[in-house]
Protein backbone atom coordinates (compact mmCIF):
# COMPACT_ATOMS: atom_id res chain seq x y z
CA UNK A 1 0.00 0.00 0.00
CA UNK A 2 1.24 3.62 -0.56
CA UNK A 3 0.37 6.40 1.41
CA UNK A 4 0.83 8.52 -1.79
CA UNK A 5 -1.58 6.79 -3.71
CA UNK A 6 -3.89 7.17 -1.23
CA UNK A 7 -3.83 10.39 -0.40
CA UNK A 8 -4.22 11.30 -4.29
CA UNK A 9 -7.39 9.40 -4.21
CA UNK A 10 -8.86 10.71 -0.69
CA UNK A 11 -8.33 14.38 -2.05
CA UNK A 12 -9.97 13.45 -5.80
CA UNK A 13 -12.60 11.33 -3.99
CA UNK A 14 -13.77 14.87 -2.38
CA UNK A 15 -14.17 16.89 -5.20
CA UNK A 16 -16.07 14.61 -7.18
CA UNK A 17 -19.09 14.91 -4.22
CA UNK A 18 -18.93 18.75 -4.20
CA UNK A 19 -19.26 18.22 -8.47
CA UNK A 20 -22.13 16.18 -8.33
CA UNK A 21 -24.09 18.31 -5.63
CA UNK A 22 -23.53 21.16 -7.83
CA UNK A 23 -25.14 19.67 -10.78
CA UNK A 24 -27.85 18.39 -9.29
CA UNK A 25 -28.61 21.35 -6.82
CA UNK A 26 -28.75 23.96 -10.28
CA UNK A 27 -29.36 20.92 -12.78
CA UNK A 28 -26.82 23.15 -14.85
CA UNK A 29 -23.33 21.10 -16.48
CA UNK A 30 -21.82 24.43 -17.73
CA UNK A 31 -17.84 24.02 -18.11
CA UNK A 32 -17.97 20.39 -17.51
CA UNK A 33 -15.84 18.22 -19.66
CA UNK A 34 -17.40 14.69 -20.97
CA UNK A 35 -14.11 13.56 -22.00
CA UNK A 36 -11.97 15.06 -19.37
CA UNK A 37 -14.40 12.61 -16.91
CA UNK A 38 -14.42 9.58 -19.10
CA UNK A 39 -10.17 9.72 -19.28
CA UNK A 40 -10.74 9.54 -15.59
CA UNK A 41 -13.16 6.96 -15.81
CA UNK A 42 -10.55 4.71 -18.06
CA UNK A 43 -7.62 5.85 -15.50
CA UNK A 44 -9.36 4.67 -12.85
CA UNK A 45 -10.35 1.34 -14.33
CA UNK A 46 -6.63 1.28 -14.95
CA UNK A 47 -6.36 1.58 -11.15
CA UNK A 48 -8.74 -1.38 -10.32
CA UNK A 49 -7.16 -3.57 -12.49
CA UNK A 50 -3.62 -2.89 -11.32
CA UNK A 51 -4.91 -3.32 -7.77
CA UNK A 52 -6.64 -6.92 -8.62
CA UNK A 53 -4.12 -7.95 -10.50
CA UNK A 54 -1.21 -6.88 -8.70
CA UNK A 55 -1.04 -5.09 -5.76
CA UNK A 56 -4.47 -5.97 -4.01
CA UNK A 57 -5.34 -4.08 -0.64
CA UNK A 58 -7.70 -1.90 0.59
CA UNK A 59 -6.97 1.11 -1.76
CA UNK A 60 -9.01 -0.80 -4.83
CA UNK A 61 -11.89 0.53 -2.58
CA UNK A 62 -10.82 4.02 -3.09
CA UNK A 63 -10.32 3.57 -6.85
CA UNK A 64 -14.11 1.76 -7.13
CA UNK A 65 -15.38 4.77 -5.05
CA UNK A 66 -13.85 7.27 -7.47
CA UNK A 67 -15.05 5.08 -10.26
CA UNK A 68 -19.05 4.79 -8.96
CA UNK A 69 -18.62 9.39 -8.39
CA UNK A 70 -17.15 10.07 -11.84
CA UNK A 71 -19.52 7.82 -13.29
CA UNK A 72 -22.15 9.54 -11.83
CA UNK A 73 -21.33 12.92 -12.25
CA UNK A 74 -20.66 11.79 -16.17
CA UNK A 75 -24.30 10.39 -16.54
CA UNK A 76 -25.70 13.83 -14.83
CA UNK A 77 -23.81 16.14 -17.35
CA UNK A 78 -25.67 13.81 -20.12
CA UNK A 79 -28.84 14.11 -18.27
CA UNK A 80 -28.69 18.06 -17.62
CA UNK A 81 -26.74 18.67 -21.09
CA UNK A 82 -29.11 21.35 -22.58
CA UNK A 83 -31.46 19.94 -25.81
CA UNK A 84 -30.41 21.39 -28.88
CA UNK A 85 -33.16 22.17 -31.27
Not at 37 to 60: E, F, N, P, R, T
Not at 65 to 72: A, E, G, P, Q, T
Request: proline share 4%.
Amino acid sequence: MSFFEAGMLLCFGISWPISIAKSLRTKQVVGKSPLFMAILCVGYVSGCIHKALYSMDWIIGLYIMNLIMVSFDLFLYYRYLPKRD
